[in-house]
């Protein structure tokens, strides 16, 4: 029997996380910690940079906490998030924000059911009311 649930975040922490379910039932409350490298992965110091000012097409309107997405050499994307901002450069993190740290999930089961045809088609669990994509 093949059970889904919702989940949102990197694919080996849903595979921790779905172990851990597995063979749970209604009721059961247990708690799951991941370790940086089962989550968000280290914190990788390279992936800061600090870049000059003026290549932000409206400088003044750069702060921290910003985010963005620049094309990766690879040719992928990837969220850079601005950490600091001075008066020449601007000091971008492409880490994600929980990269290097432990999380703790408390988890409580509050229902199990058999994954739907439709959900089994399409790979996924559909919230209540049916299906929802999610951009």
């Known amino acids: 029997m093949i059970r889904w649930f919702t989940y949102t975040g990197p694919a080996a922490s849903c595979r921790v996380i779905?172990?851990?379910?597995?063979?749970?039932?209604?009721?059961?409350?247990?708690?799951?910690?991941?370790?940086p490298e089962k989550a968000y992965g280290k914190h990788v110091e390279?992936?800061?940079?600090?870049?000059?000012k003026s290549q932000f097409p409206n400088p003044e309107k750069v702060r921290p906490g910003l985010q963005f997405q620049v094309k990766s050499q690879q040719g992928g994307m990837v969220v850079l998030t601005v950490s600091e901002v001075t008066a020449t450069e601007v000091v971008v993190d492409?880490?994600?924000e929980l990269a290097g740290k432990t999380l703790h999930?408390?988890?409580?089961?509050?229902d199990v059911r058999v994954a739907t045809k439709e959900e089994l088609s399409h790979g996924h669990a559909h919230g209540p009311g049916g299906h929802h994509h999610h951009s």
Do not use: H, Y
């Not at 779905?18 to 370790?35: H, S």
């Open 94 to 96: 492409g880490n994600p």
């Open 18 to 35: 779905e172990e851990a379910m597995t063979g749970r039932a209604a009721g059961d409350k247990f708690d799951v910690v991941l370790p």
């Open 46 to 52: 390279n992936l800061i940079q600090r870049v000059p």
């Open 105 to 110: 999930f408390s988890i409580e089961v509050v």
